[in-house]
């Protein structure tokens, strides 16, 4: 593996599972395999999970590990190809990249939506430039279009407490007073597709992810429907996807807040949602610190994600 960017880069899921639980198990047993080898992680925007949890399995595997945080500390990059740098960002992309690359083997980008041009976003603009000019292997911490660390994280999480084999998932919307990226929606809907779970979406009208990640997956505005029968919630907010309201709030309707009563609906669901989460706007307290919410595991087991993903990287490094 060179690259790590979506679902399609991970192989058979069967197997991927397979090395997650034998990680799970056995966290130390490639202790030496990342040694005198450095893991550079970019950070253009906030994180915990992804960046504690990157961290952490890089050293599981012996790596070096260097953060930066481009926010704090770097110069101030320009991405913009073509433009006369005459503004407040001293640096180009298109040096910083290579001259990153020289001091790393494995390079995690974090890089969201900017929701100032959904070509841009949606051609992902900035990580592909990591792809094209740092000469390593990159792994995306959370792109403009994707979050796939965290949709494996949460597809061995559903595999550790699911109790029939093609369990019933619904992500549904749920309200949140900032404009938020589609990341981790459409990421989850094309992995939980690719898993072979039956996969509904609930969301207000207005709210369509793109059809290239919902594709396979019952889409419904009704979320009670939704939620009759399910054995995983998956609660997430984003912003719309269509134009012309791209990157836009349409409603920040408390009615699709998930509370006890609806997961009464469900078949004694089991709650998830990737983290930070808003309480009480996204799900209430009484679910989210309820005894079938598994906010905690699904975090943990980013750390476990994570390090197949870097030691396949590792295996295949020249
Ligand atoms: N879920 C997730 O990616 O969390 P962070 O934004 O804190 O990394």
Same mark, same amino acid.
């Given at each position: 593996m060179k690259y790590f960017t979506s679902v399609n880069d991970i192989g058979p899921l069967d197997i991927a599972i397979q090395e997650a639980m034998r990680t799970k198990k056995e966290k130390f047993s490639d202790s030496n395999l990342g040694k005198n080898h450095t893991a550079l992680l970019i950070f253009f925007n906030s994180s915990l999970r992804t960046r504690l949890s990157t961290q952490k399995a890089a050293e599981n595997l012996g790596m070096n590990v260097i953060v930066l945080?481009?926010?704090?500390?770097a110069w101030n990059l320009?991405?913009?190809?073509?433009?006369?740098?005459?503004?407040?960002?001293?640096?180009?992309l298109l040096e910083a990249i290579p001259v990153m690359g020289c001091y790393a083997d494995i390079i995690g980008v974090r890089s969201f939506a900017r929701f100032e041009s959904k070509e841009e976003d949606y051609g992902e603009v900035i990580l592909n430039q990591f792809i094209r000019y740092s000469g390593k292997p990159v792994i995306s911490l959370e792109s403009a279009t994707r979050h796939p660390l965290q949709s494996f994280a949460d597809h061995i999480t559903i595999e550790e407490y699911?109790?029939?084999?093609?369990p019933r998932v619904v992500l549904t919307w749920a309200p949140h007073p900032k404009a938020l990226p589609q990341a981790v929606p459409n990421s989850f809907a094309e992995w939980m597709v690719a898993a072979g779970y039956h996969l509904t979406i609930a969301h207000p009208?207005?709210? +369509? $992810?793109d059809e290239r990640f919902t594709r396979g997956a019952v889409i419904t505005y009704d979320q009670e429907e939704a939620f009759r029968g399910a054995d995983f919630i998956y609660a997430k907010n984003w912003a719309a996807y269509?134009?012309?309201?791209?990157?836009?709030?349409?409603?920040?309707?408390?009615?699709w807040t998930v509370d006890s009563k609806k997961m +009464? $609906?469900?078949?004694n669901a089991r709650f998830m949602h990737c983290l930070p989460v808003r309480r009480n706007m996204i799900v209430t307290d009484e679910v989210l610190d309820g005894p079938r919410s598994i906010v905690i595991p699904q975090a943990a087991n980013r750390e476990i994600a994570t390090q197949v993903v870097l030691r396949r990287i590792l295996k295949d490094l020249p």
């Open positions: 945080d481009v926010q704090q500390g320009e991405t913009r190809k073509g433009v006369i740098m005459d503004g407040d960002k001293p640096e180009h699911k109790t029939v084999e093609k009208q207005g709210y +369509e $992810l269509r134009d012309p309201d791209y990157g836009r709030i349409l409603s920040t309707d408390r009615s +009464e $609906l469900t078949n």
